[in-house]
């Protein structure tokens, strides 16, 4: 496993959730990190992404001003804060790393972690 995601849970409309993502076997300070969805009956959709330089952030419409991606490369972690949150945004999260191509596409990244579930109940 090289990356390994949490903090999913059950949580009502409106109310936030902060997921985590912890990179092993090899450093990714030089690495885009980006959390990706899947909702129930759909395809993988991208959700977030930063740079190496922990400043520039990627956002999908669907989550802009409600998400916050951010990381630490001291840690090899990165985070997604979830504020907000609605049951469209119901999903296995993952993260992934190592991206050459779009940072939106799924096939850019080289290493995913195994995901953690969002619920959002209305």
């Known amino acids: 496993v090289q990356l390994q995601a949490s903090g999913g849970g059950l949580v009502q409309a409106g109310g936030f959730l902060n997921l985590s993502c912890v990179g092993y076997g090899r450093t990714y300070d030089r690495a885009t990190m980006a959390w990706f969805r899947q909702r129930p009956g759909n395809e993988r959709e991208f959700v977030a992404a930063i740079g190496v330089d922990g400043i520039t952030t990627y956002y999908a419409d669907s989550v802009k001003g409600r998400f916050t991606v951010s990381r630490t490369n001291a840690q090899n972690m990165a985070f997604l804060q979830m504020r907000s949150l609605q049951p469209e945004d119901t999903a296995l999260h993952y993260c992934?790393?190592?991206?050459?191509?779009?940072?939106?596409?799924?096939?850019?990244?080289?290493?995913w972690g195994q995901g953690t579930l969002v619920t959002v109940s209305s």
């Open positions: 992934a790393a190592e991206r050459k191509g779009s940072y939106i596409d799924v096939s850019s990244y080289h290493y």
